[in-house]
């Protein structure tokens, strides 16, 4: 196991006759679930919006390098954020003496105590492995060793493992809900009826739907820490979800003879003037009068159906270049409503899923003369371009069953009205909830989850989208939060300079209490930091201003 250089280290101490160093060890035994092969896994990059990160750069410059903040499970993007010994000890029982190096861990990863008798001489070879954890029920580590030497030194490393050898790694196991120690946890069976593979089976959900929903509670909350209002747990920031590669081959397209400029004609698209039927892997035609795609003498209509893949989680904008006239759906929205004889550029906008298949459907008719037809899309992270045959899927082939699209996080307070809708894609026909929290109850009806919360907690809701498919299923985290009517106030005394930077966050407060305001008005003498945090809830809608003073320096949070 190659250990990172012991001239980059993430937390060090020494007491009395030890010295001890935490270091981290690239995952070179144990997979990883790394569909995009850039060396880090795709559950990390979710959990913590690290799509596209380069591996081999230090996002919040804490020391330590992407790739190895994936390996140890950490935020890339808070250099507080790091595998931390937080004590040691020596005890004695007569003349036993031992050392117990305390650490805060991670699920699913393994801790190996290593030492050695000198730091002079020898290669990382002269480590010996003294004890080895991997924890799976408390992220506490204790690892107990005997002081056998007058001078030792220590060093914990941190590595995955793949327990159960099922090609998922035992700590990305525990973020989607499974058991790391049996390879078929997932309780399903495949084509033949044999026991399936977790692998194969968190791979097989994942092209149909995104990988959020496959998380585990305590995965999406960690994930939502990032922006634990916003909302929707799929987008992950605007970058691209890590998704399996997508397979469409392109839309079924209709080709009729005879066309109208009055879209309710039944010359348009009669079933008796189809003249082909066919997969077209692009739409992206210019035809002139000697490729027009039929006989009728540049009077056509042409029809294409089946369903869109997107990248990523966010707006997208949907662009139709025609000659003449053109109707675009997208998830059964109407988009683009120009049916007439034209020669244009239109462009309508919807958000989407990444990893979601939906429905779309893109009908033009060209009305004498040459003709054209061109379906791109753009969004923030993707480039205009034709829509690509991969990312589109041919009515022929069928299609998905129901997605639910709407946000998997929510938060709700004690006493306020509350109210959720579900959203789905693919042409849903029913929705449905259950384990609502005391106070809330499901409208049918209406297809939204609604009511005054009475117990806070944290709830895992079960939700669903159904199509004339299949079903969608999801798990809606939603934090009932009871504000009551104080904020929380934390004070760090012997404060080394006077900027927000310089208050221990990461360290436990010297002491905590509540108060009943947004004032600071004790004072604890020189050198100190607080901070106060709750949560506020707005009156009446509208805009707000803020102000704050302090001395020597103060922020002012809301909402992330």
């Known amino acids: 196991m190659a250990a990172y250089s012991l001239a980059r280290v993430i937390s060090s101490l020494r007491i009395s006759l030890l010295a001890l160093l935490l270091i981290i060890a690239p995952a070179a035994h144990a997979q990883i679930l790394d569909l995009n092969a850039n060396g880090t896994s795709d559950i990390w990059e979710l959990i913590h919006g690290a799509e596209g990160l380069d591996p081999n750069l230090d996002s919040d410059r804490d020391g330590v390098p992407n790739r190895l903040e994936a390996t140890a499970g950490t935020d890339p993007f808070d250099s507080r954020s790091v595998t931390r010994v937080s004590e040691v000890r020596l005890t004695t029982n007569g003349a036993q003496v031992t050392i117990n190096v305390i650490m805060s861990g991670t699920l699913g990863k393994r801790f190996v105590l290593e030492a050695r008798e000198s730091m002079g001489g020898g290669g990382a070879g002269s480590w010996l492995a003294t004890a080895s954890v991997i924890p799976r029920t408390n992220a506490v580590v204790t690892f107990s060793t005997p002081a056998a030497r007058w001078s030792e030194f220590f060093r914990i490393t941190v590595a995955d493992v793949d327990t159960d050898g099922d090609g998922l790694n035992d700590w990305e196991e525990y973020q989607l809900g499974l058991d790391p120690l049996s390879p078929t946890s997932n309780g399903q069976l495949d084509a033949k009826g044999m026991p399936l593979n977790d692998y194969q089976y968190i791979t097989g959900r994942w092209a149909s739907q995104p990988l959020a929903n496959l998380l585990s509670s305590s995965a999406r909350k960690q994930m939502q820490k990032r922006d634990p209002l916003c909302g929707i747990l799929a987008s992950a920031k605007a970058a691209g979800d890590a998704s399996l590669a997508p397979s469409g081959t392109g839309l079924t397209g209709e080709y009729f003879t005879n066309a109208n400029p009055t879209y309710t004609n039944i010359v348009n698209f009669n079933p008796a003037n189809r003249i082909l039927t066919t997969n077209n892997a692009v739409i992206d035609f210019i035809w002139g009068p000697a490729t027009t795609p039929n006989l009728s003498n540049g009077n056509y209509t042409v029809r294409w159906n089946g369903q869109v893949e997107p990248q990523y989680s966010e707006l997208y904008f949907?662009?139709?270049?025609?000659?003449?006239?053109?109707?675009?759906?997208?998830?059964?929205?109407?988009?683009?409503?120009?049916?007439?004889?034209?020669?244009?550029?239109?462009?309508?906008?919807?958000?989407?899923?990444?990893?979601?298949?939906?429905?779309?459907?893109?009908?033009?008719?060209?009305?004498?003369?040459?003709?054209?037809?061109?379906?791109?899309?753009?969004?923030?992270?993707?480039?205009?371009?034709?829509?690509?045959?991969?990312?589109?899927?041919?009515?022929?082939?069928?299609?998905?069953?129901?997605?639910?699209?709407?946000?998997?996080?929510?938060?709700?307070?004690?006493?306020?009205?509350?109210?959720?809708?579900?959203?789905?894609?693919?042409?849903?026909?029913?929705?449905?909830?259950?384990?609502?929290?005391?106070?809330?109850?499901?409208?049918?009806?209406?297809?939204?989850?609604?009511?005054?919360?009475?117990?806070?907690?944290?709830?895992?809701?079960?939700?669903?989208?159904?199509?004339?498919?299949?079903?969608?299923?999801?798990?809606?985290?939603?934090?009932?939060?009871?504000?009551?009517?104080?904020?929380?106030?934390?004070?760090?005394?012997?404060?080394?300079?006077?900027?927000?930077?310089?208050i221990p966050l990461h360290a436990p407060a010297s002491q905590t209490n509540n108060i009943g305001n947004l004032e600071g008005l004790t004072n604890f003498g020189d050198n100190y930091g607080e901070r106060v945090r709750g949560y506020l809830i707005a009156p009446v809608t509208g805009n707000y201003y803020f102000w704050i003073a302090g001395n020597s320096s103060a922020e002012l949070w809301i909402s992330n």
């Open 318 to 502: 949907f662009e139709t270049r025609s000659d003449d006239g053109v109707k675009l759906w997208v998830n059964d929205q109407l988009l683009i409503d120009r049916w007439q004889i034209q020669n244009a550029t239109l462009t309508n906008a919807i958000s989407l899923v990444a990893g979601v298949r939906y429905n779309i459907r893109l009908e033009y008719f060209n009305r004498g003369g040459g003709g054209r037809t061109r379906l791109s899309w753009f969004s923030a992270s993707q480039p205009r371009q034709v829509i690509p045959s991969n990312r589109l899927y041919p009515a022929s082939a069928g299609y998905a069953p129901g997605a639910v699209t709407s946000p998997l996080y929510a938060v709700a307070f004690v006493g306020q009205r509350f109210a959720y809708a579900i959203a789905g894609a693919n042409t849903p026909l029913n929705y449905g909830a259950s384990n609502l929290p005391p106070g809330l109850s499901y409208d049918d009806i209406n297809g939204i989850i609604v009511g005054t919360p009475a117990l806070a907690g944290n709830y895992d809701i079960s939700i669903f989208s159904s199509n004339a498919v299949g079903v969608g299923e999801a798990v809606l985290r939603l934090d009932v939060i009871d504000t009551g009517s104080s904020v929380a106030r934390e004070v760090w005394t012997g404060v080394p300079g006077t900027a927000i930077k310089d």
